[in-house]
């Protein structure tokens, strides 16, 4: 008889932001299909009892194909297992959840979907930032960075994303800040636009930058920000009460 595939989010990397739901499964799993930004302290808990399956993908360096990942989770399920693919985050922001789940359902293997707390929404919380506030601004948007402005595989119009009045929450954007940068610039953001910066958010490592946009990139090259990191653009940036202390 077939197993099943549980998508489960991770939430963005401490093991206590992660749903009960999602934690029970992890509880029921035989076969852990983890990515890089998952919880590792909840892995060595459960490894005694499930197999574990790095599946990592380093921006620009070592990785796994997708198609290979779909195959290792529907393989396991269709040999009887239940599979939780456990991603960083929530499934369906970025990290190709949706295509597993297509994978799934193309291969005949129940899936179901158990969402998590979203880096994007998670990292500026936790440096204090609250991505919308009453009378500040009345909306944010969560956008990709992982190709630059210009880019055919882009579907973003920068240039109308920065005059939106929205707070501008950019996924994988630190390699192409320059290039987005100067894209919103040109397209009349003000140089003065407060904007932060939060690497490894929810992790013993977390760190915030906060700066300007007109002044972000040099920010970010001083302070050597790498990725994991949640760029958050707009007035909002500039609140943040005095409890946290990174
Ligand atoms: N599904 C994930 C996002 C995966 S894309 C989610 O919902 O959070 C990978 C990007 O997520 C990283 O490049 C970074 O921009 C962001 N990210 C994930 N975990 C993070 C963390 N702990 N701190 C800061 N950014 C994080």
Known sequence: MSGRVILVGAGPGDPDLITVA???????????????????ALLDEIRDQAEVIPVGKVPR?????QEEIN???VEHALAGKTVVRFKGGDPFVFGRGYEEWQACEAAGVPVEYI?????????????GIPVTHRGTNQGF???????PPGDS???VDWGNLA?????IVILMGIHYLPEITARMLAAGLDAATPVAVVERAATPNMRVVRSTIGDVVSAV??????PPAVTIVGDVTALGPAFVTC
């Open 61 to 65: 360096g070592e990785f796994t194909p």
């Open 141 to 147: 948007i969560v956008v990709s960075g992982h190709v």
């Open 115 to 127: 969402p998590g707390v979203s880096s994007s929404i998670a990292g500026a919380g936790l440096a």
């Open 153 to 155: 595989r882009g579907t």
């Open 71 to 73: 195959r290792i989770i």
């Open 22 to 40: 999602g934690l029970k499964a992890l509880k029921i799993a035989d076969v852990v299909v983890a990515d890089r930004l998952v919880p590792t």
């Open 163 to 167: 005059v939106s009045g929205l707070t």
């Open 221 to 226: 090259k001083e302070s050597g920000i790498m």
